[in-house]
């Protein structure tokens, strides 16, 4: 089994309002990702979790706030976002941090909508 | 700082006409080349990896290589199924992903 999971599919949020994106692996890989990407753009990194802790945050601003509930889970809290933020968001896994078998395995994202 | 290049920008077929994609990069000590393919509103789906150059790997109507500074992603045969964006990326440190702008094929009937 090599999928990532993520809900909801759509997202439509004012930008007041405070939503989560939530991700889920059960190949018991030790890193998980959040990506974003913009229409006709490749995806850019935002986090890394490595075993369940922050290992990488790329300048992201606080109003995208990343949790790692456990090994298996990955959430994305936002709250006052603006409408440059519309995009697709993208999770991923991989079964090492480090060295072999880093290979990132992509959920099918959610569309995010800003108003 | 490392950076991916891919070429074509856009790519269009006829059914059964093979061809290649090129992806350069420039990087401090290659940790792995990666190719996804990725369909409209979709996440990206994993291809290969390429370590070393001179490795190549296969799948179906696919076959990767890569050198010291580039990689190919040769289609034999394409079927319009095999219309998508294919990305190239590269490993930076242990964990970010450096993708390039991808190339969008399509294979008409």
């Known amino acids: 089994d090599t999928e990532v999971t993520q809900t909801p599919k759509h997202l439509v949020m004012g930008m007041t309002n405070k939503k989560s994106l939530k991700c889920e692996q059960h190949?018991?890989?030790?890193?998980m990702y959040w990506y974003k990407q913009k229409a006709k753009k490749p995806p850019e990194l935002m986090f890394v979790?490595?075993?369940?802790?922050?290992?990488i945050n790329e300048s992201v601003p606080s109003r995208f706030s990343p949790e790692c509930p456990n090994s298996s889970l990955l959430n994305l809290h936002l709250h006052a976002l603006q409408p440059e933020d519309s995009a697709l968001y993208l999770c991923?896994?991989?079964?090492?941090?480090?060295?072999?078998?880093?290979?990132?395995?992509f959920g099918p994202g959610t569309r995010l909508t800003v108003l | 700082e490392d950076q991916v290049t891919q070429s074509p920008e856009a790519l269009r077929l006829q059914e059964g006409e093979s061809s290649s994609l090129n992806c350069s990069y420039t990087?401090?000590?290659?940790?792995?080349l990666f190719w996804y393919r990725q369909d409209p509103g979709k996440g990206p789906e994993f291809l290969f990896t390429l370590y070393s150059a001179g490795e190549e790997k296969e799948k179906e109507r696919l076959k990767a290589t890569l050198t010291k500074k580039e990689s190919f992603l040769h289609i034999t045969a394409p079927k319009p199924e095999d219309s998508a964006t294919y990305l190239c990326?590269?490993?930076?440190?242990?964990?970010?992903?450096?993708f390039g702008q991808g190339t969008r094929l399509t294979i008409n009937p």
């Open positions: 990326a590269v490993l930076q440190g242990a964990q970010k992903l450096v």
């Open positions: 190949m018991g890989h030790r890193a």
């Open positions: 990087v401090s000590g290659l940790r792995g």
């Open positions: 979790y490595s075993y369940e802790k922050l290992s």
């Open positions: 991923a896994s991989s079964q090492e941090v480090s060295g072999a078998y880093n290979e990132q395995f």
